[in-house]
């Protein structure tokens, strides 16, 4: 598997430089479709065999778990050739992830929605993490900066130009106060609301930025940040040329269109089915 760091940026006016190179699919809209990775490359029967173990293991372990369950498989340790075939087998899909933190993770899906592949550095005496797993979504992802995370922000003091973003501040601190874990996400469009520059400006240095950016090409062009509120995201969607053309902020556990989604998850179970088959029969 290729390298796949996601550079942390901040988000609202001002944070796309102009020069900024910034990877997004052609156009927003399109439906991720499934492609079948590169078939994996070796003379070696023993060393596809073991990978092709792993995959058959992996398999299993989707098979018996329930969609929200927690299926984690540890790679690190596997002969390097035979991961590369496990990950050449895999290959790259939609969504890449970072997590910032003590030890920061770099998460990228595969071509099978669902199943994720988790990279960490060693840091200390903490050995590095390479783990493949299987989920809607993993759950470093959701529990990052949950600790840390700010039950209220307080409002900044109002410049000239701000007009109703104080008011959006207000309505934030107001549902994350009130939120159960049960509850509908709530959305701000701010794309329909009269916002101007100052007025984003202010959000983004009263919400500041969290522990955990997300990239989705499945459906578009689309970055997702958590700030320091609790469970509040602001998620931006950018079309061919890089503008900004629906800009929310969501108050969630994970919006939705970070995570796999069950139906896509079945599908990945018997895509790779039969890429295990494809594979044992050659």
Same mark, same amino acid.
């Given at each position: 598997?290729?390298?796949?760091?996601?550079?942390?940026?901040?988000?609202?006016?001002?944070?796309?430089?102009?020069?900024?190179?910034?990877? $997004?699919?052609?156009?927003?809209?399109?439906?991720?479709?499934?492609?079948?990775?590169?078939?994996?490359?070796?003379? %070696?029967? !023993?060393?596809? /065999?073991?990978?092709?173990?792993?995959?058959? /293991?992996?398999?299993?372990?989707?098979?018996?778990?329930?969609?929200?369950?927690?299926?984690? @498989?540890?790679?690190?340790?596997?002969?390097?050739?035979?991961?590369?075939?496990?990950?050449?087998?895999?290959?790259?899909?939609?969504? =890449?992830?970072? +997590?910032?933190?003590?030890?920061?993770?770099? @998460?990228?899906?595969?071509?099978?929605?669902?199943? #994720?592949?988790?990279?960490?550095?060693?840091?200390?005496?903490?050995?590095?993490?390479?783990?493949?797993?299987?989920?809607?979504?993993?759950?470093?992802?959701?529990?990052?900066?949950?600790?840390?995370?700010?039950?209220? +922000?307080?409002?900044?003091? !109002?410049?000239?130009?701000?007009?109703?973003?104080?008011?959006?501040?207000?309505?934030?601190?107001?549902?994350?106060?009130?939120?159960?874990?049960?509850?509908?996400?709530?959305?701000? %469009?701010?794309?329909?609301?009269?916002?101007?520059?100052?007025?984003?400006?202010?959000?983004?240095?009263?919400?500041?930025?969290?522990?955990?950016?997300?990239?989705?090409? =499945?459906?578009?062009?689309?970055?997702?940040?958590?700030?320091?509120?609790?469970?509040?995201?602001?998620?931006? $969607?950018? %079309?061919?040329?890089?503008?900004?053309?629906?800009?929310?902020?969501? !108050?969630?556990?994970?919006?939705?269109?970070?995570?796999?989604?069950?139906?896509?998850?079945? /599908?990945?179970?018997?895509?790779?089915?039969? #890429?295990?088959?494809?594979?044992? /029969?050659?």
């Amino acid at each position: 598997m290729k390298d796949f760091p996601i550079p942390v940026v901040s988000f609202g006016p001002g944070s796309q430089q102009e020069d900024e190179e910034l990877e $997004y699919i052609a156009a927003p809209g399109e439906m991720s479709v499934f492609n079948t990775p590169q078939y994996p490359a070796t003379e %070696n029967p !023993v060393t596809r /065999d073991a990978a092709v173990a792993v995959l058959q /293991d992996l398999l299993a372990k989707m098979k018996s778990t329930p969609f929200e369950g927690d299926v984690a @498989i540890d790679v690190g340790r596997l002969d390097p050739e035979v991961l590369r075939l496990v990950n050449d087998a895999l290959g790259e899909g939609e969504v =890449g992830v970072t +997590v910032a933190g003590d030890m920061p993770l770099r @998460i990228q899906e595969t071509v099978f929605a669902g199943v #994720w592949r988790t990279l960490s550095d060693a840091h200390g005496d903490v050995a590095p993490i390479n783990r493949i797993e299987a989920g809607p979504m993993p759950a470093a992802v959701i529990n990052a900066g949950q600790a840390d995370a700010m039950a209220a +922000v307080e409002p900044p003091p !109002v410049s000239e130009g701000v007009m109703n973003a104080p008011a959006v501040l207000s309505e934030l601190n107001d549902v994350v106060a009130r939120r159960q874990p049960t509850d509908p996400a709530h959305i701000i %469009n701010l794309t329909l609301l009269p916002m101007t520059p100052q007025d984003l400006d202010y959000l983004g240095a009263a919400l500041g930025v969290g522990p955990v950016v997300i990239l989705s090409r =499945g459906y578009g062009n689309c970055r997702i940040t958590k700030t320091r509120l609790r469970d509040t995201w602001w998620v931006q $969607y950018f %079309n061919s040329t890089d503008k900004l053309i629906l800009n929310t902020l969501e !108050v969630t556990r994970l919006p939705d269109v970070a995570p796999a989604a069950e139906e896509d998850y079945a /599908d990945s179970i018997e895509r790779l089915g039969e #890429w295990i088959q494809a594979l044992l /029969d050659d």
